[in-house]
T-cell receptor, first 114, second 109 residues
Framework: DAGVIQSPRHEVTEMGQEVTLRCKPI?????LFWYRQTMMRGLELLIY????????DSGMPEDRFSAKMPNASFSTLKIQPSEPRDSAVYFC????????????FGSGTRLTVV | DAKTTQPNSMESNEEEPVHLPCNHS???????IHWYRQLPSQGPEYVIH???SNVNNRMASLAIAEDRKSSTLILHRATLRDAAVYYC??????????FGAGTILRVKS
């Protein structure tokens, strides 16, 4: 089991550019979550999917952020256009029935917008 | 989301047990108590969870008060590798895992 795989590990981009972060969840997990972590705000839940369907996107900061899960093995988080305040570490996590087990987090993508 | 309260930081000596407290006075009957930790420069890691009874696994033990309004994560012998931020989280039906500020655990050699 390779765990939750995120790519890229690091991304540096210029303000105004489109950024796409990718996540491959663990096979068999039916829930997928995107988090953002900054020193100021800690770990924030952005969106989560259950069986590929977005269940709660109330944490998505604004329309510049969008997330998709076209199938059970792949999800993307897109920022368009990116801004310096989007600089953060973005984590993807997946799990089965979360209350009964636990999430597995990826190693994160460190995004820097200059 | 049900709220939990944890101390901002704690310190422990290496090789000694550590008891990390968490208060959750507004817990409901179906809320599960989960603990995660985040080591420096890594993603959060699941540690343990429980509902009513105390739980043990290879990483830690979870002691849950009889009224469920508080719980304690127990690391039986702290090592330097246990230095991390520890999060106590309640999960209701719907599976949202919402992190608070957590407890920063420092382990001294």
């Amino acid at each position: 089991d390779a765990g939750v795989i995120q790519s890229p590990r690091h991304e540096v981009t210029e303000m105004g550019q489109e950024v796409t972060l990718r996540c491959k969840p663990i096979s068999g997990h039916n829930s997928l979550f995107w988090y953002r972590q900054t020193m100021m705000r800690g770990l924030e839940l952005l969106i989560y999917f259950n069986n590929n369907v977005p269940i709660d996107d109330s944490g998505m900061p604004e329309d510049r952020f969008s997330a998709k899960m076209p199938n059970a093995s792949f999800s993307t988080l897109k920022i368009q256009p990116s801004e310096p305040r989007d600089s953060a570490v973005y984590f993807c996590a997946s799990g089965p029935e979360i209350r009964l087990y636990g999430y597995t987090f990826g190693s994160g993508t460190r995004l820097t917008v200059v | 989301d049900a709220k939990t309260t944890q101390p901002n930081s704690m310190e422990s000596n290496e090789e000694e047990p550590v008891h990390l407290p968490c208060n959750h006075s507004t817990i409901s009957g179906t809320d599960y108590i989960h603990w995660y930790r985040q080591l420096p420069s890594q993603g959060p890691e699941y540690v343990i969870h429980g509902l009513t009874s105390n739980v043990n696994n290879r990483m830690a033990s979870l002691a849950i008060a009889e009224d469920r309004k508080s719980s304690t994560l127990i690391l039986h012998r702290a090592t330097l590798r246990d230095a991390a931020v520890y999060y106590c989280i309640l999960i209701r039906y719907g599976n949202k895992l919402v992190f608070g500020a957590g407890t920063i655990l420092r382990v001294k050699s």
